[in-house]
């Protein structure tokens, strides 16, 4: 599987970090909150499609009082890709000193 885009791993950890109401609106405050980043909601919303298609999400509808909202859930296939992706940019960052090149010094890698 390929890695997961920037905005894609926000937005299925977003939904992981709602706990059960990741609806769109509510996956774009999550993502401005932790990350400062701002979204438009139809990026969020286009992004939740795509991973439906790639079946890294599944949705429901909601029915009842208020609003009906579509909610998102990570499958398992979704937790494989995200597990995926953070252990690919933990080798990627395995050994890079960035305080020490933050700091003036020479950036030195130890692999």
């Known amino acids: 599987m390929a890695p ?3 905005l894609e791993e926000q937005v ?7 706990r059960g109401d990741a ?10 909150q932790v990350t400062g980043r ?3 909601i139809g990026a969020v919303y286009a992004t939740l499609d795509r991973l439906e298609q790639k079946k890294l999400l599944t949705s429901r509808r ?3 009082r208020g609003p009906s ?7 398992p296939h979704g937790a494989t890709a995200l ?11 395995k050994g890079v000193d960035l305080e020490a090149m933050l700091q003036g010094r020479v950036l030195r ?3």
């Open 4 to 6: 997961l885009g920037v």
């Open 12 to 18: 299925l950890v977003a939904v992981l970090r709602t």
């Open 23 to 32: 609806y769109g609106m509510e996956v774009r405050r999550e993502i401005e």
């Open 38 to 40: 701002e979204l438009a």
């Open 62 to 64: 909601t029915h009842g």
């Open 69 to 75: 909202r579509r909610l998102f859930e990570l499958s």
């Open 83 to 93: 597990a995926e992706t953070r252990a690919m940019r933990q080798r990627l960052w």
């Open 109 to 111: 890698t130890s692999y």
